[in-house]
């Protein structure tokens, strides 16, 4: 709390027109704290899926509707994941805290185009045999370490509601969560050698690079962050 104070009168508060406005009072932040935020998000991540699943039925998605729908999903997968990232380090660096409220809704998208991207490689390029689905998982490293992605994103996306939270406890539920970097780091990977069979790299770059920003920011954050004693190590 501000305060002023004259010669021989008691401390007072200062005025509230004179106290420094709060952070969230910036336009962007009541922007995103407008009822209307989240659903638009909503309805904005929705879109592709709508997109597909439109163009799977008007036969809109080009000469190869399969891989037109196993690779799309498989890139919004890695946007989403670069946007669920980006929260944090754009919240610190703007002061934009409000965006903590949709990276709930971000990362479960991002989970949901990755089991949209597993299943129509398992239907449209397996036809739901499990047998050869699990022989080719074994079988061919790309997809190996994709489902092991997916397979990281499930507890990821089972555990990010407040009971989770509660359930778990904070720290490891905080501990539980850094799967994340794995995930991002497999799903790279991933999408790398699904390129490298056709020689283009272009997009595997641009990812990459974005990533490589995302978690070297995390982790400059994490070896620059002020060291904190143990309350318990300390003389009494």
Same mark, same amino acid.
């Given at each position: 709390?501000?305060?002023?104070?004259?010669?021989?009168?008691?401390?007072?508060?200062?005025?509230?027109?004179?106290?420094?406005?709060?952070?969230?009072?910036?336009?962007?932040?009541?922007?995103?704290?407008?009822?209307?935020?989240?659903?638009?998000? *909503?309805?904005?991540?929705? @879109?592709?899926?709508?997109?597909?699943?439109?163009?799977?039925?008007?036969?809109?998605?080009?000469?190869?509707?399969?891989?037109?729908?196993? +690779?799309?999903?498989?890139?919004?997968?890695?946007?989403? &994941?670069?946007?669920?990232?980006?929260?944090?380090?754009?919240?610190?660096?703007?002061?934009?805290? =409000?965006?903590?409220?949709?990276?709930?809704?971000?990362?479960?998208?991002?989970?949901?185009?990755?089991?949209?991207?597993?299943?129509?490689?398992?239907?449209?390029?397996? @036809?739901?045999?499990?047998?050869?689905?699990?022989?080719?998982?074994?079988?061919?490293?790309?997809?190996?370490?994709?489902?092991?992605?997916?397979?990281?994103?499930?507890?990821?996306?089972?555990?990010?509601?407040?009971?989770?939270?509660?359930?778990?406890? =904070? =720290?490891?539920?905080?501990?539980? +969560?850094?799967?994340?970097?794995?995930?991002?780091?497999?799903?790279?990977?991933?999408? *790398?050698?699904?390129?490298?069979?056709? +020689?283009?790299?272009?997009?595997?770059?641009?990812?990459?690079?974005?990533?490589?920003?995302?978690? @070297?920011?995390?982790?400059?954050?994490?070896?620059?962050?002020?060291?904190?004693?143990?309350? &318990?190590?300390?003389?009494?």
């Amino acid at each position: 709390m501000a305060l002023t104070s004259q010669p021989g009168a008691p401390l007072k508060a200062a005025p509230a027109s004179r106290r420094p406005a709060p952070r969230l009072a910036s336009p962007v932040n009541r922007a995103l704290l407008h009822p209307a935020a989240k659903p638009l998000l *909503f309805i904005a991540a929705l @879109g592709p899926f709508a997109g597909y699943f439109y163009g799977a039925f008007a036969d809109t998605l080009g000469p190869n509707p399969a891989e037109a729908l196993i +690779h799309g999903s498989g890139d919004w997968t890695l946007r989403l &994941l670069c946007l669920t990232l980006l929260v944090s380090p754009l919240r610190q660096l703007s002061g934009w805290h =409000a965006l903590a409220r949709l990276r709930r809704m971000l990362g479960l998208f991002t989970c949901g185009y990755g089991v949209l991207h597993f299943l129509s490689y398992a239907w449209l390029d397996k @036809g739901f045999v499990l047998a050869d689905i699990v022989k080719d998982v074994a079988k061919r490293p790309f997809i190996l370490v994709g489902t092991a992605a997916l397979l990281l994103m499930l507890p990821l996306a089972a555990t990010s509601f407040n009971r989770a939270i509660k359930a778990l406890g =904070a =720290a490891r539920w905080q501990a539980l +969560h850094r799967l994340v970097y794995a995930v991002a780091l497999l799903g790279l990977l991933h999408f *790398f050698w699904m390129r490298a069979a056709k +020689h283009h790299y272009t997009d595997w770059t641009v990812y990459a690079a974005i990533l490589a920003v995302l978690l @070297g920011w995390r982790l400059w954050r994490r070896l620059h962050a002020p060291r904190r004693l143990d309350p &318990l190590a300390q003389p009494r």
